[in-house]
């Protein structure tokens, strides 16, 4: 087993649990860790590109979900106090006057260090996500290879 | 430690986190890993019958619990978009079409592969839930119990 | 790899899921592990003195959501049918009738067994949480330290 490697599933999509995971990925990969985020489901909007992509082939189903999930970290909700948007544009203020790096500076930061983004084909398929909807550099990949990952790491999380 | 070993506490009775939690479960055990999910809290619901059963010797508080959570599969909320059960009806649709199996049909497969189902004695106390009104094959442990799988395991996930 | 080594990423303020954290905690404690809590975001109310702190320097944003949630346990609310406050109270009735320990007896016996817990000094800036703000013991540090726990440890949750 390899002390250095760690694995998280981004499955939720809050603005607030997305953040603390990229937190951890960053901490560990400064600590020099081989990082793999593994975002399925809700999570799957942090790395939706923040424009509307036209693609061909989804149903009408898959359209709608699409339609009515938050495409990029700007549109993440709160967990909980989300206040209609008042939450995360307050919780984004503090922490520009803390100096805390943003959701988006968190993720480059992830690129930078060499942190994997992979992401689960199947609840793409379900929610209607193709992979030309998603931030450039992201793997698109079955839960084997996720537990592939998994066994090789010390620490991995559901988020 | 056997790295091929891995447990899944089953917290949330969402739709949706019940669903990844089986996935993750399922593609562990196909892979030839031994797998042990801990049902507890709201993750009970997932394994209660559909039907009512009497029980007795419950108080009234357990009573009114028991009858405001939803029993089995088929009556999970999603944890977002849930539309008053249009949102789990929709999901369900669209994993009709792409062929993805049903919570259901994972649940099935789970068995099948030998995935050990245990539930939290304390939780079910606290919440009113008895053996009985759980689907066959599930023992029901203390935390403990987990503890000691978990122990041995190299992947350990709170869903 | 240490085996008797613990972390859980309190990361829920949620009435049920602080709970569930603590019971596998005292449950690890009480087979001889050693068990780290790390409170972050919405956990950190959990640590919370019940009564008003007054602290200088905080900006009125920081004063704003500190005010907004729930300081300590007894305020803490259920993630589901929460009932304006009657659900928790539903639940720790039923706990009493039960005998299962209540949340202030399961962190007071998380203290007597040597459970470490820490609080994420980012998460407090961000919420506008002061050390003195929170209960006695507890140390405040960064992830990095987290992570260094986490690497000696062979079960580690997100909760």
């Known amino acids: 087993m390899d002390t250095s490697k760690k694995t998280i599933i981004v499955f939720s999509g809050d603005f607030d ?6 937190v951890i990925a960053n901490g560990a990969a400064a600590m020099g860790d081989d990082v793999t985020m593994f975002f399925t ?4 909007n942090a790395l939706r590109k923040p424009e509307k992509i036209k693609v061909d082939g989804k149903t009408g189903l898959q359209k709608a979900f699409a339609a009515m999930m938050p495409r ?3 549109k993440l909700k709160l967990s909980h106090m989300n206040f209609g948007g ?6 984004k203020h503090v922490m520009k006057q803390k100096n805390v790096m943003s959701l988006d500076e ?3 930061s992830a690129r930078e260090q060499g942190i994997k983004f992979v992401a689960c084909t199947m609840s793409m398929d379900v929610m209607g996500i193709s992979p030309e909807e998603l931030i450039d550099g992201v793997e698109c990949v079955g839960v084997a290879s996720y537990l592939g990952e998994a066994d090789e790491a010390n620490v991995n999380l559901f988020v």
């Open 86 to 91: 008042a939450g995360p544009r307050m919780f």
């Open 72 to 74: 990029g970290t700007d």
């Open 41 to 44: 489901f809700w999570g799957l």
């Open 17 to 22: 649990r997305v953040f603390a995971a990229f």
């Open 106 to 108: 968190l993720i480059e």
